[in-house]
């Protein structure tokens, strides 16, 4: 059986029990707002599964609920954005405005966020970026979960990195992924679901490949694409840690101590405006844009984050449907 809720009411729940939890309103919606947006789009990965390690690393003191995010003065394109060690996601709603209005000035505008608590996608700062006429693009470190090609233990993160291109009669085009052959959440779901992994998924602390989510989350996972992932991992922990003085993934986990909370680190994420860049502007832009998009489909190709938008209009006429399980688990957090 299944109980279906509107986008509204999901989120007002998820945010009832931030709120009960102490959570002090900007942080409790930010993160209702983003959990409610992946079950909409049928991302249970980074859904409703995610609250319980949201107050986890709360009440273990690695994040806070109270926190109220800082953004520098200056007048630049650069915004150094200091999460003060409360989530990713309310620090991102805050800068955001900002951000939409110095990239129209100058072309090209970033948040360098530092010492902010991370667990989302990132598709939903790429997407409010995109629905604002800019390009966007994001990246993060995580803690070392992952072995570098060729390597046997973890030292990279799963560094995800997400692009989002603004489209004026169709959804952005938007792509978030890993640079892990998967994310770190479809392991813990196939484990509780008592399911092996797909091969070359993982290998276990001796460095053997394994199909077991134990010996996975006891060993380390792989970089999508082998050299080619494992080089734009390192990317990100350059580009997202270093260069912006936050920390990069292996500092992450030793400043933890664990991955069963979430981390703290950085996130880097750049918008532009193609109306600057394009020298014959916006419209000049947008149609080679969309000549590339009709060239693909026409290819029988299947532009990213379809399935999300498919998901998202069924949700528009069904709801969003939870189980009876899901919804059990969902009060237990309210009482």
């Not at 390009?135 to 993060?140: P, R």
């Not at 990317?235 to 703290?264: F, H, K, N, W, Y």
């Amino acid at each position: 059986m299944t109980r279906s809720f509107t986008v509204e009411e999901l989120t007002a729940k998820i945010q009832d029990i931030f709120l009960s939890a102490d959570f002090i309103p900007s942080q409790a919606g930010a993160l209702a707002r983003v959990i409610a947006a992946a079950e909409r789009d049928g991302c249970k990965s980074h859904g409703i599964y995610r609250i319980e390690g949201c107050l986890r690393t709360v009440r273990e003191g690695k994040a806070d609920a109270q926190a109220i995010p800082q953004i520098a003065d200056g007048a630049g394109p650069i915004l150094r954005v200091d999460a003060n060690c409360g989530f990713a996601n309310a620090a991102f709603e805050a800068a955001l405005p900002v951000l939409v209005e110095r990239a129209k000035q100058f072309g090209i505008a970033a948040i360098a966020m530092n010492n902010c608590v991370h667990f989302a996608a990132l598709w939903p700062e790429v997407e409010a970026v995109a629905d604002q006429g800019l390009v966007g693009m994001a990246m993060c470190p995580s803690y070392s979960t992952v072995a570098p090609a060729g390597g046997t233990k973890p030292l990279l993160g799963t560094n995800p990195f997400a692009f989002g291109w603004p489209r004026r009669d169709a959804e952005p085009y938007v792509f978030d992924f890993a640079t892990s052959v998967a994310a770190r959440g479809e392991i813990e779901i196939l484990r509780n679901a008592g399911k092996p992994l797909p091969e070359g998924w993982a290998i276990d602390a001796e460095g053997n490949p394994t199909t077991d989510p134990d010996a996975a989350l006891q060993g380390a996972m792989l970089p999508f694409g082998g050299h080619k992932g494992s080089a734009i991992s390192m990317m990100v922990e350059l580009m997202a840690a270093a260069m912006i003085g936050d920390l990069t993934s292996s500092q992450a986990l030793d400043e933890l101590g664990t991955t069963s909370l979430s981390p703290r680190h950085g996130e880097l994420i750049l918008a532009f405006d193609p109306a600057i860049f394009s020298p014959g502007g916006v419209a000049l832009a947008n149609s080679k844009a969309e000549a590339l998009f009709t060239a693909l489909e026409a290819q029988g190709a299947r532009l990213p984050s379809k399935r999300r938008y498919t998901a998202r209009k069924a949700v528009s006429k069904i709801g969003i449907q939870l189980s009876d399980q899901e919804v059990e688990w969902l009060e237990r957090f309210q009482d």
